[in-house]
């Protein structure tokens, strides 16, 4: 990766990181406040404090750390330190098993809050998407067998409205988790409504990373464009190959070339085997020979040259639609798509845990920053989402039932809610050291899914 894209995607990761943390912290911070329990510091980041400032009547710290991943506020408490005794109502400790248990929630109550606001200007504003529009299906696909055809577009999956491609792509895990068949409502170039039953079983549950769709079948669809060269992705076999910008290709291996879906589909099938490419540059005709990069998805190999076709206004207005609506509206559909994916989420995770999910969906830093920088290069509208995305990640995350987590101290308030008295300061210190395990041991799995993804490319 050249500098500038590094320094992209590593300024994209560290302030994805810095508006969620600060966000996260921000809704204990206020809930202490709102309890009028006296904050000690605010910190963002673990380890050697780097920068620090006092501010308030409290003069709360507010620091900045050397180790981004995470942050904290602390606040005044019995436990941690001597409290003088005019201060002592103001400790967090001294708190209703209520007051504390809000104070808790507020973290991840303000991830989800954040989430909701950036789902509400989103739809406001208007999202380009791609249309849900079928092209041909596969031979001998699910698709292909439930009779789906080229020019399709699917109304709905199961009952559930689809407005776009990434609807359907959600629609499709979603409803596959439960459902062994998919009944899609599609509609034809005549207008024609039909339904398409399709078998969802092929749906790869253990790497979702992979295109589910394209394995039932379900291809977007493509304008017929020329196989003319729009642009060559910097460092791809292309590039090496020394493509340009116009290139025109006729045919590869002796093949004739006349649409862009045919170069697409030769580079596919051809993952590190040598092509013998005839083009037509500025009216004089020429070979190139190219060897089409590896790119594995689960258990499937492609390749990959790194061209983009030429597209005009009317193909890409062709593909896509624009996604919006009113303020009310928009707050209606802001909050139902923080629920579905909370909800999703929570299902997967608990999937993991009964081993009907495979762990190598975890993701760890290396891929968060990697999904970072990619929204970030395609445009302010899509790293917002990703902000969304991951603000309701880290919300669910947090709830969790594990010690450490605000989950597990909910968990410890609701015991104390029921018994009438707290937890023991030995059950206390048990829970602790199982949670800071079962934290290092997914951190350990999302690691080792980075390295692998990197490996793997």
Known sequence: ????????????????????????????????????????????????????????????????????????????DEREGEV????????????????????????????????????????????????????APPTDTPAAMAGVSEGETVRSVNGKVIV????????????ALDKESLQLEVINLQN??????????????????????????????????????????????????????????????????????????????????QLRVQIERSGRNMELIVIPGIVEEGNHRFGRLGLMAKEGVGDLFEMTTIVTYGPVESIRRALEQTWDTSILSLRMMGRMLTGELSWKNLSGPVTIADYAGQSARLGPTYYLRFLALISISLGVLNLLPVP???????????????????????????????GFALLALLMAFAFYNDINRLVSG
């Not at 003069?59 to 005044?76: I, N």
């Not at 078998?199 to 549950?205: G, N």
């Not at 308030?413 to 018994?419: A, G, H, P, S």
């Not at 023991?424 to 602790?432: D, H, T, V, Y």
Request: charged share 20%.
């Open 1 to 76: 990766m050249n500098p500038e894209l590094l320094f992209v995607y590593a300024g994209a990761f560290v302030l994805a990181l810095g508006v969620l943390v600060v966000v996260h912290e921000m809704g204990h911070y206020l809930a202490a406040r709102a309890c009028n329990v006296k904050v000690l510091r605010f910190a963002f980041g673990f380890g050697k404090v780097i920068m620090m400032r006092r501010f308030g009547r409290d003069r709360t710290e507010w620091a900045v750390s050397a180790f981004p991943l995470g942050g904290y506020v602390k606040m005044l």
């Open 84 to 135: 003088c005794a005019e201060e002592l109502p103001r400790a967090f400790n001294r708190q209703s098993v209520g007051r504390r248990a809000f104070i808790v929630a507020a973290g991840p109550a303000a991830n989800f809050l954040l989430a909701i606001l950036l789902y509400w200007l989103l739809f406001m504003h208007g999202i380009a998407e791609l249309k849900p529009r079928l092209g």
């Open 164 to 175: 776009t491609w990434q609807q359907l792509r959600w629609e499709v895990i979603r409803q």
């Open 404 to 434: 450490v987590l605000d989950g597990g101290h909910l968990m410890y308030y609701l015991v104390e809610f029921v018994k009438g008295g707290p937890v023991s300061e030995r059950a206390l210190e048990i829970g602790q050291q199982i």
């Open 192 to 273: 024609e409504i039909s339904m398409r039953r399709l078998e969802s079983k092929l749906v790869d549950l253990e790497d979702l990373e992979t295109d589910q769709l394209r394995a039932l079948g379900l291809v977007l669809f493509r304008p017929r464009l020329p196989a003319v060269v729009g642009s060559v992705q910097p460092n791809s076999a292309a590039a090496l190959a020394e493509f340009k910008e116009g290139d025109r290709v006729l045919s590869i291996d002796g093949k004739p070339i006349t649409q862009w879906a045919e170069l697409a589909t030769a580079a596919r099938s051809s993952p590190g085997r």
